[in-house]
């Protein structure tokens, strides 16, 4: 059994940045998943990466603005935002193995002036 929690969300003007983390109980050995939904919208994924963090994944939506890295040693996964929009306004859930088997409770993400 693995467990997920998420943090570091918040309300931060267009143009800023957070970092969101994901913590993990349990195995690491996963490939790492961020997913978000927005209001009003399903689920959209935003980006992945491998169980070493050899290999990141992005969504075009995002790709060039977010980077995801991780911590194997922390058993901890993070999403960097950056150059944040409204559009990425969002709760953003951590989710583990290729096939999402495990989720997080998410976390709040506010882009607003």
């Known amino acids: 059994q693995v467990q997920l929690v998420e943090s570091g969300g918040g309300l931060v003007q267009p143009g800023g940045s957070l970092r969101l983390s994901c913590a993990s109980s349990?195995?690491?050995?996963?490939?790492m998943n961020w997913v978000r939904q927005s209001p009003g919208k399903g689920l959209e994924w935003v980006s992945g990466?491998?169980?070493?963090?050899?290999?990141?994944d992005y969504a075009d939506s995002v790709k060039g603005r977010f980077t995801v890295s991780r911590d194997n040693a922390k058993n901890t996964v993070f999403l960097h935002l950056n150059s944040l929009k409204s559009e990425d306004t969002a709760l953003y859930y951590c989710?583990?193995?290729?096939?999402?088997?495990?989720w997080g409770q998410g976390t709040q993400v506010t882009v607003s002036s």
């Open positions: 989710a583990a193995a290729t096939t999402f088997d495990y």
């Open positions: 349990g195995s690491t050995f996963y490939y």
């Open positions: 990466i491998g169980s070493d963090g050899s290999g990141t």
